[in-house]
């Protein structure tokens, strides 16, 4: 059995841990069939859950408080449900019942019978509490309330409400209409039948749900912070922004980092470390980003980031203005610039996206190893053949991927590095993460 699983091809893992992932779903009550989707937040998120509502045959009440929102909403769902006539995916009949069955709103009483609301405004936990306490008094108590944050304390969100055992986060990734990961964040206070309400209204989305336990950046985004810190190192230790890119693109990422935050914002992440508690005390940290959006290089919203574009192109073009900042940066922190290679690019980022799903495996908020492969095959663009970050250990060896934590922190930094004692029992033990797989399965 277990020699079988060690020579699964890395599509062939995605799809059994796909399947195991699916018999795990907790099973909803089968007398609850939802059909009626409230979406609050008409904004990048909101719109893109909305149009998946409305392909999977939902109702959909789509809420603002800006009626211009609602209004550019109304038009680019329409215009993203005939991309999908043009695809294929859905006849002229269809399409027009889809545009039918939205209802957009700038008042939340429209949501008074909905029987799932997903969250998708601003990324403030004091705004999305104040939400909540206000759907909580609005809706039937069994409606199901679900928020699509991406980094902030489900259960905080929960406590807001007097029904905490019906609040769900649902991490949709953008485009929503088009990522078919959903992270399910489990709380300890949500009850299974919510959970597999969750699963199945993201699988009849046509999306591929995954249930993970509640910290900052929940298991996908998390990881990502380890990976995007690597990469923000090797920057001030000398790798440029487009060698960085190719190195990484190389080895299969559909995209290198350094365009992805491009791509998405600098600013986003840049107020996302601000409100992280757990922020390492380290000036190296995400040092480069941060000067950057502290000198208003926001990525291709303003025209230039890690990388410049012109009049309008999204094509990255390398930008010798950051090289010498980055360069003037390193020299201030002491840091020695050297030439860095492909090997070593690559080497750091995936170990650390090990390194990080180990730690989230220790504290259980990651089920799995496969799960962690499915979500970064499926969120984040890990390259399928290879399995995932999990199984793409296993096959290098831990005793491999061991060697390199203890020399990166040695050499780069102890508190990033040092090994997770579930790393080092495998690895002395001669096992694979795989292995865990089984016993979770079980
Ligand atoms: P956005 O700024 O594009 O849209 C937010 C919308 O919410 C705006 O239209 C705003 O008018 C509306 N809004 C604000 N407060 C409101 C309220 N009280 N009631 C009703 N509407 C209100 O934001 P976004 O990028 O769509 O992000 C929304 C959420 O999704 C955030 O929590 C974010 O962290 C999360 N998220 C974003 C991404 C992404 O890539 N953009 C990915 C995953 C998750």
């Known amino acids: 059995m277990r020699e079988t699983a060690r020579s699964r091809s890395g599509n062939d893992h995605l799809t059994a841990a796909i399947e195991s992932m699916q018999r795990a779903w907790p099973t909803p009550d089968g007398t609850r069939c939802i059909s009626r989707i409230g979406v609050v937040g008409a904004g990048t998120m909101g719109r893109g859950i909305a149009t998946a509502g409305l392909l999977g045959g939902f109702e959909v009440v789509l809420v603002d408080v800006e009626a211009d929102a609602l209004a550019r909403a109304r ?116 009850s299974a039948e919510s959970l597999g309400e969750a699963c199945e209204t993201a699988r009849r989305m046509d999306k591929l749900p995954v249930i993970v336990g509640n910290a900052f950046g929940f298991v996908g985004n998390r990881m990502l912070y380890g990976y995007g810190r690597e990469n923000q190192l090797l920057l001030l230790e000398g790798a440029s922004p487009e060698a960085i890119d190719a190195a990484l693109t190389s080895f299969g990422m559909a995209m290198g980092p350094n365009a992805v935050g491009d791509l998405t914002g600098l600013d986003i992440g840049y107020a996302v470390r601000r409100g992280w508690g757990e922020r390492p005390d380290d000036p190296r940290y995400y040092r480069v ?31 010798p203005e950051v090289a010498a900042m980055i360069a003037a940066e390193a020299g201030r922190l002491g840091i020695r610039q050297r030439s860095i290679g492909d090997d070593e690019i690559i080497s750091r980022c995936i170990t650390a996206l090990v390194v990080e799903g180990c730690r989230l495996l220790e504290r259980r908020i990651a089920r799995c190893p496969a799960d962690i492969d499915v979500i970064w095959t499926y969120g984040y663009g890990f390259p399928r053949q290879l399995g995932g970050p999990m199984h793409w250990a296993d096959n290098k060896g831990l005793d491999v991927i061991l060697a390199r934590a203890d020399e990166y922190a040695a050499r780069v930094g102890e508190a990033y590095w040092s090994a997770p004692a579930l790393l080092r029992r495998l690895a002395t033990d001669g096992l694979a993460l795989r292995s865990l797989d089984s016993e979770a399965l079980a």
């Open 75 to 190: 038009t680019d769902i329409g215009r993203l449900i005939s991309r999908a006539v043009d695809k294929g995916q859905l006849n002229a009949a269809k399409a027009e019942q889809a545009n039918r069955r939205l209802v957009t709103a700038d008042k939340l009483d429209a949501l008074a019978d909905a029987e799932i609301v997903i969250e998708a405004i601003i990324e403030n936990i004091a705004a999305k509490q104040k939400l909540f306490s206000i759907l909580d008094e609005l809706t039937p108590a069994d409606t199901l309330l679900a928020t699509n944050t991406s980094t902030l304390d489900v259960q905080a969100i929960a406590s807001a409400t007097r029904r905490p055992g019906r609040v769900v986060g649902m991490h949709f990734f953008s485009p929503a209409h088009v990522m078919k990961l959903v992270e399910i964040v489990r709380t300890d206070e949500v």
């Open 289 to 319: 980003a941060d000067m950057l959006v502290e000198r208003g290089r926001l990525g291709q919203k303003s025209g230039a980031g890690m990388f410049r574009y012109e009049n309008g192109s999204r094509e990255p073009q390398p930008d």
